[in-house]
């Protein structure tokens, strides 16, 4: 029981800390949604986190999230559920009939995956593109070089509507420099959401636009 009051609390921390870099960035609370992370989290470390009010939810891996989340919505129909981590082909059934936003488009195979499916069921997820801001090879994500032509091949090849775009700054770096050149390849693609910021950057990520931050161990704990 300590620990689930101690999540409601936390949230309630977050929220504020969220309000107060928006404040700072002369934008308005609502401009930014906070995606709680519950990924390796159970149904009872959760279940506190929805009884506080929050009902965005991010879970990196779809087995997980299938594992956990259709009890969870039942109790909770008003659960929106995004997936935030690196999706196979195979798996685009099973997120698109579970998941409502989608963070992690990143390559022309996972597009027409994505489309198929989001044809076959007349489910549209709100698509994000995973953008590799780092050029990390060990990380998912397009290369910021050819996000251009990627945007341009998901809008017209597969008919996707594109929300925004999405990125992980490398572990090491000042996470700056990556919001903004995130912000600058959706600025010049006509795209208005930005995913960006988690439990330690969320503030400077508000600073440079997000309008969605990603947010897991600062309110669920240390995984
Ligand atoms: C785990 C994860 C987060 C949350 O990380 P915290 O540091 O716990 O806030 C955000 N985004 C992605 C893609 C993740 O995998």
Redesign the pocket.
Known sequence: MVGQTMSAARLEDVRHAVATACEEAGRKADEVRLVA?S?TFSVPEIEPVLAAGQRVF?E?RVQEAREKWPALKEAWPDVELHL??PLQSNKAREAVELFDVI?TVDRPKIAAALAAEMERQGRAPRLFIQVNTGAEPQKAGILPQDADAFIAECRDTHRLEIAGL?C?PPVEAVPDPHFALLAKIAARNGLKELSMG???DFSAAIRQGATLV?????I?GQ?
Do not use: E, P
């Open positions: 992370v990924k991010g990196n935030i981590g963070h999405m992980i988690m439990s330690a990603r947010v897991g161990s600062a669920f995984r």
